[in-house]
């Protein structure tokens, strides 16, 4: 068994990741680097963001079932939430909010929507 201090994988994703990344429950991690990347156990990158101008957070929030995961975006349709579908990465929704977008909270696991 390795040591807790072993690099069992690693991940290129083109883009410092600048957050603990979230983890789903059924063992996918959420990488927020640049865009939103979904990473299996083994270190496989499975998809990339598509349809997510600029991701402004630091990090993403992932519904309690693993359908779902959430990351803020202020892109070219100015502030919003995301949702993005676990699977394949593809945008859910969207819903367009006011004000500026404070992406310095860890959001985690959602249990109850949003």
Do not use: F
């Amino acid at each position: 068994m390795p040591s807790d201090d072993c690099e069992l994988w690693k991940v290129a994703l083109g883009s410092p990741v600048l957050a603990p990344p979230a983890l789903g429950p059924d063992g996918q991690i959420y990488a927020v680097a640049g865009g939103l990347h979904a990473v299996d156990g083994d270190g496989n990158l499975l998809w990339q963001s598509e349809g997510i101008v600029t991701i402004n957070s630091p990090t993403a929030a992932v519904s309690s079932d693993g359908a779902m995961v959430y990351v803020s975006d202020s892109g070219a349709g100015g502030p919003r939430v995301v949702a993005v579908k676990a699977v394949d990465g593809s945008v859910a929704w969207t819903l367009g909010i006011e004000g500026a977008i404070d992406g310095s909270c860890n959001a985690g696991i959602i249990t109850s929507g949003v």
